[in-house]
């Protein structure tokens, strides 16, 4: 009996342990690492809730608001579109850094205290405001570790060891938080795109499907021609992808430079159905030098890399569709083939091809699809001339080989002419696209003969 009151006493007592301990003992637990967690941070607000950000440095101050729509715009000392993805990675840089230890900073010592740290004259002062908060943060030196960085707080003045990086806020200036992308579109949505060079203007027409534009452009002027869509595709990535190296703001700059720049070496307009996006291209002024881009006269002239002209369009032949026979395989009924030691005819129906005048001899259907395949598709590398004057000049009076097309309709729609082979390539004219080109001359030792294509 004895022994079951003694397991009843001490059952009770455990009970009672149980109880303090989580009524008194874990809430007190919880709540001391609630405030060590919230002591260890450097800012008490979250860095979206920042609206107006100050970046001080010992040369410049630049200073920051962010809109309802959270977009940056820089008030000082410009007025420009500020870049969102630098801004923000110092604001985030700032929300994950934590205070390591607190720097005592008492007595007489005190100010060799702050000029010890790098905090007399900090090399950066972040001034943070939200709608509940105003913080600043002064950046000195590097702590014992390369990962932390001694920091003032300006909300209670003391001196912070903390895990700041000063990679995240090294050699950040004005340039750094400028937005330097120059032109703003959607690609999938431009249904337009003017150009004019010195010699030429160029429009290019999207076809339009029923949910909106489709892939296929087109030219309107100076030809009416179906356009290379991967070259037009690249083009409007270069200019989507344009990107400022630096920015001429003052009136008085730019008037000096505009008279050394002269006319634009091409001017491109994008148009969507809401509104056309302009920019003129400017050759350096001296060798070595910047490109210039300039979208208008209120905004800044904007220096480019040089290079970014090269991959601009001087011409047509540029964006043409460059396949020269004009015809795809599906629409071949008809296809003839002469060379100066043999003529041959194919024939296709429903996708099978036949060798005309031995219809009931099989062919080696793969190697009449790969040769028809690389025909179609052959396209012009460099043009020669707009015209096809003088063909005999390029053995193109008679022409080495010629091979033309038919559809199922009995049209003759399809041709290519090839003449004189020179340095790996070959003189070509084609239905395709009008003008005398030079193509790849290895489409000459891949046209078969009438008697490797019987399939014995």
Known sequence: MAAYRTTFLLAVVFAGLGVYVYTIEVPTMEHDTIQQTQAQRLLPFDYRDVTRLAYTTRTERILMNRDERNRWQIVEPVEARGDAREIESVLRALEIGKISRFIQEEGPEKKVTAEQYGLKSPYVTIDLTTQEYMESLA??????LSSTLYARRGSDQKILLT?????????KSLKTFRLKDILFFDRTRVERIQLQTPSQNITLQRGAGFHGPVPGWDFTSPVNAPA????????????????????????AEKEALLKKLGIPSLTATVHTKKRGHHVAFFEPVAPGEDAYAITSAMDPIYRIPAHVLQKLPSETFHLQDKRLFGMQMGEIALLTVKTDDSRYTLIQQHGEWYLEGKEAEPIDQQQVKLFVSRLVDLPAELSVSETKDRPDQYG??????????IDQKGRPRGRLALGTREKGLVYATGAGIPGLYQTRSLILNQIPSPETLLDH
């Open 139 to 144: 950046l000195g030196n590097t702590g014992p």
């Open 396 to 405: 193109l009076r008679p022409p080495a080989i010629e091979i033309t097309g």
């Open 163 to 171: 895990t700041l990086m000063v990679e995240d806020f090294r050699a």
């Open 228 to 251: 290379d869509k991967t070259a037009v595709g690249i083009l409007l990535m270069t200019l989507k992808d344009l990107t400022a190296t630096g920015f001429i703001d003052s009136p």
